[in-house]
């Protein structure tokens, strides 16, 4: 075949089947498609920072990849693919893991964590690590969704300053957005993949607890962490999520995944599945939505029942008027924290929560912008995890998100999965349950209203499907039908953003 002369113009909205077939054939290779895509970085990301971190070795790695598919062929469906990594997630190589802090900046992982091993075993090229919001928004109660010390405030590239970028892993969402990787990881406890993913229009996956090892990840709580793919298509997340699967002995709950995980989800790319299948819709979560967004869940609704869903509406769940309360995080974090940080090397001057607080406040001007109260109020927990009002909320969460929650739904109405709205209450139920969760590009809100936070909802809105554990297969057979019946994904529009 004829080798692809402009590269930049080619891989625009490119999915990762297409650019492993281009690499296969000739047409191009790992390390063109690496030099575009951080020529992309270098026009685009001044603006958006996106990218926290650029690895100087990433063009090195890509040769090596391709002297290797020439010489034994390739390894996998992730052979030579550009990834982001969240600033959260350990590599050991030349980049650092920081979750956006200056007190870590300097922190080089002694091993990869399980996912950057799995990754690295595939072929993936990490092209850097993505921007976040500083300890993945549980550092301030006022703190902006995007923003760092190292890096600043990510931007939305669909309106950069004007668009909520969504948090925690904004910069995976917002770069993938933008064409500047071909997907990334992202973290999540609680929105933080489907949030992002949804404000940005692409793809997030956040799995079931368990399903992928948090190991080397530095954590907020061990009941609800999981990392997972954020992509520009269904397939794409799906190829990810395969490569990042598996047991390991350094994180417990993989254990609970032994039989369930698989290391390739793209048989459940079956648009066909949709004439089967139940979806639930939980009218108490949309009472409040602005008309725009209705619209948008409306439309959503019938372009499902278009193509062959049974439409159960609405559904009631037990937990709906619950009072939630965020006491597994706090008392989780110190914990969870603690062990991350007591091994690092003496070159790193913290090595528990309460350095981290006090290195803060002898570099206050830089580093406190928002102020610390989350990371104060955790730190006044005992770190022990024996507070009555620790086990209570554990008990809470666990009952009311799953027995008297997504899994009293699926059983008595007899359903598939749930349909909600980007990353409202729905993705916090699935959260406390440990339950996964995928979102896909659902529209554009025209005109919004100032939401909770203060963030305005004009913009991209996906819609997300929920499901109980373990049951990725199912609602990627469903994301992967709305995604091709509807195809509401568009780039957006980056050489205006220069301009601007």
Known sequence: MEHITKIEDWMIEVDIPRMQAAMESGETSSEEIVRAYLKRIDRYDGKLRSVIEINPEAIEIAQALDEERREKGRRGPLHGIPLLLKDNIDTHDALHTSAGTLALAGNVAAQDSFVAAQLRKAGAVFL??????????????????????RRGLCLNPYGPGELFVGGSSSG????????????????????????PASQNMVVGIKPTVGLVSRSGIIPITHTQDTAGPMARTVTDAAILLGGMTGLDERDEATQSSKGHFLTDYTPFLDASFLKQARIGI?????????????????AAIEALRSEGVTIVDPVELPCQETQWSWHVLLYEFKKGVNDYLAPLPDNIPVHSLSEVIGYNKEHAEQCLKYGQ????????????L??????????????????????????????DALLFLGCDEGDDIAARAGYPAITVPGGWAQEGIIAPGGYITKGPVGITFIGTACSEPTLIKIAYGYEQATKHRVPPEMEKLVEA
Do not use: C, H
């Not at 995976?172 to 949030?195: F, P, Q």
């Not at 949309?286 to 869940?297: A, C, E, N, V, Y």
């Not at 109260?373 to 022990?384: D, I």
């Open 172 to 195: 995976s969402g917002a770069a993938v957005a933008a064409n500047l990787t071909a997907a990334a990881v992202g973290t999540e406890t609680s929105g933080s993949i489907i949030g």
């Open 128 to 149: 850097g690590k993505a921007n976040m919001t500083e300890w993945a928004n549980f550092m301030a109660s006022e703190m902006w969704a995007g923003y760092t010390t």
């Open 282 to 298: 939980p009218r108490f979560y949309f009472r409040d939505l602005d008309p725009d967004r209705l619209g948008i869940l409306e």
């Open 373 to 384: 109260n989350v990371l104060e109020a955790s730190e006044a927990t005992s770190g022990t």
């Open 386 to 415: 024996t507070e009555p009002e620790y086990q209570a909320a554990l008990r809470l969460n666990e009952e009311m998100s799953r027995s008297k929650g997504i899994d009293y739904a699926l059983e008595t109405y007899n359903l």
